[in-house]
């Protein structure tokens, strides 16, 4: 009777997202024949991935007007999550200035400012821009079957001065679960 009503209770306070430290295995008696019991719990992680982006890679003339050059990289974002979203963030890894812009850097030390937004299945662009995030459906297959689901644009500064040259810089995405 005692052992049941334990039983019960940690089954009770497992489904209403409590441990249990009550619990734990018996040992059998020693006899013709011994039984023992043994507590058996599963947790299922959530878990969220980001892949498929592919690098942007762009070529554009001295005398190119930048706001008309953008690009955007195409990926999946998968998550298993209760609600199905996420959270997308983006930091730089040559930072922002105070314009809230990203800064492509060239070999000289030439700077070209850029900004990145994202968007998903048909939403509109959102800034990334100083630690914003957006929010947005994930795909809830691993392989996102059902078609890409995020879309981000880098679009240059409109005011950019174009210069010859290389500029480069890395761009990280973090997903976190909502």
Avoid: W
């Amino acid at each position: 009777m005692i052992t049941h009503t334990l039983k019960t209770i940690g089954l009770v306070s497992l489904l209403a997202g409590f441990g249990t430290t009550a619990m734990a295995a018996t040992d059998g008696s020693l006899g013709t024949s011994s039984s023992a019991s043994i507590n058996i719990n599963l947790t299922v992680l959530e878990q969220l991935q980001i892949h498929s982006l592919q690098d942007i890679n762009m070529q554009v003339a001295e005398d190119s007007n930048p706001a008309n050059a953008s690009a955007v990289s195409q990926g999946c974002v998968y998550a298993n999550t209760p609600s199905g979203y996420y959270s997308l963030k983006s930091t730089s890894r040559n930072g922002q200035e105070q314009n809230g812009q990203y800064q492509l850097k060239g070999s000289s030390g030439q700077q070209v400012g850029y900004s990145l937004s994202a968007a998903s299945n048909g939403s509109s662009y959102g800034s990334l821009a100083n630690g914003q995030s957006q929010t947005f459906k994930a795909s809830n297959t691993q392989d996102c079957s059902g078609g890409k689901n995020l879309n981000i644009k880098m679009q240059l500064d409109p005011n950019a001065e174009l210069k010859p040259g290389s500029y480069h810089d890395v761009n990280y995405l973090q997903v976190n679960p909502i």
